[in-house]
Nanobody, 119 residues
Framework: QAQLVESGGGLVQPGGSLRLSCTTSGNIFSFFAMNWYRQAPGKQRELVAGIFSGGGTNYADSVKGRFTISRDYAKSSLNLQMTNLKSEDTAVYFC?????????????WGQGTQVTVSS
């Protein structure tokens, strides 16, 4: 089971930028995918962006063109560069690492980091 620790959240004005990082004790090569999810108050957790072991990425429609997901192998970390932030991006952001073991899907989660977009 991988340990995941997020950092980089905070308060930012609309139109601003933030960079989230997620460091892991695991080998990021070993995960089938690594993802960023977010959960706003009163809403379900939703997938924001993901990156597969082969490098392919996917994004929620609401963040396409504004957010960029990447991996840093040297630091064993997953990053999310967020630009042109909007108030609706306010949420707790969670790092997720997904592993396939035979037919099973194993998910590891970080504790979350708060992102607040407000003037």
């Amino acid at each position: 089971q991988a340990q995941l620790v997020e950092s980089g959240g905070g308060l930012v004005q609309p139109g601003g930028s933030l960079r989230l990082s997620c460091t892991t004790s695991g080998n990021i090569f070993s995960f089938f995918a690594m993802n960023w999810y977010r959960q706003a108050p009163g809403k379900q957790r939703e997938l924001v962006a993901g990156i597969f072991s082969g490098g392919g990425t996917n994004y929620a429609d609401s963040v396409k063109g504004r957010f960029t997901i990447s991996r840093d192998y040297a630091k064993s970390s997953l990053n999310l560069q967020m630009t042109n932030l909007k108030s609706e991006d306010t949420a707790v952001y969670f790092c997720n690492a997904r592993t396939h073991v035979g037919p099973e899907v194993l998910d590891d989660w970080g504790q979350g980091t708060q992102v607040t977009v407000s003037s």
